[in-house]
T-cell receptor, first 111, second 113 residues
């Protein structure tokens, strides 16, 4: 069964550093998403992406964040200058129709 | 106001019994979608069931069914014949407008043998 993959599974970085989280959505899906989940809290929508551009973004998704689909398969989330409060699990998801599939997540730890 | 409200932080159910997890939502859109996800302790998010705002029938997927009451803006998840493997966090979510999703705070379900 096709699945969304994410790399790395765990990333540790120093405050102020840039990180890039990578996702490979399911190949025939058209909509892509990034979410974050701070430990023990709810899942928060960050951004949705369709037709090579952002279609919606939340208040969390400020200028520190950017997304890209650099080629036909990868979908990346960049955090320019990480803060301690960016420590969270970051999930990528994709869908076509109404079933949304999540990747396994990248746990980002900012020290 | 919260877009998605899950009022039960924790629930217990006896194995083989049915359980209902509550979810209410707030939107002024006519077209929206409601989702339930399961998050086991391993952390992955597993899609369970979807209900569109225009769907007249309640969605069902195996042991999962969604009790959709549009006028009350509720979308409760019913799990029948609970199994030990159902122990997990359950999140209700709504897709509104273009493609923005809102999640509730989740309900932790524990199935007791």
């Amino acid at each position: 069964e096709p699945e969304v993959t994410q790399t790395p599974s765990h990333q540790v970085t120093q405050m102020g550093q840039e990180v890039i989280l990578r996702c490979v959505p399911i190949s025939n899906h058209l909509y892509f998403y990034w979410y974050r989940q701070i430990l023990g809290q709810k899942v928060e929508f960050l951004v949705s992406f369709y037709n090579n551009e952002i279609s919606e973004k939340s208040e969390i998704f400020d200028d520190q964040f950017s997304v890209e689909r650099p080629d036909g398969s990868n979908f990346t989330l960049k955090i320019r200058s990480t803060k301690l409060e960016d420590s969270a699990m970051y999930f990528c998801a994709s869908h076509r129709g109404y079933t949304q599939y999540f990747g396994p997540g990248t746990r980002l730890t900012v020290l | 106001a919260q877009k998605i409200t899950q009022t039960q932080p924790g629930m217990f159910v006896q194995e083989k019994e049915a359980v209902t997890l509550d979810c209410t939502y707030d939107t002024s859109d006519q077209s929206y979608g409601l989702f339930w996800y399961k998050q086991p302790s391993s952390g992955e998010m597993i899609f369970l069931i979807y209900q569109g705002s225009y769907d007249e029938q309640n969605a069902t997927e195996g042991r999962y069914s969604l009790n959709f009451q549009k006028a009350r803006k509720s979308a409760n998840l019913v799990i029948s014949a609970s199994q030990l493997g159902d122990s997990a966090m359950y999140f209700c979510a709504m897709r509104e407008g273009g493609n923005q999703f809102y999640f509730g705070t989740g309900t932790s379900l524990t199935v007791i043998p």
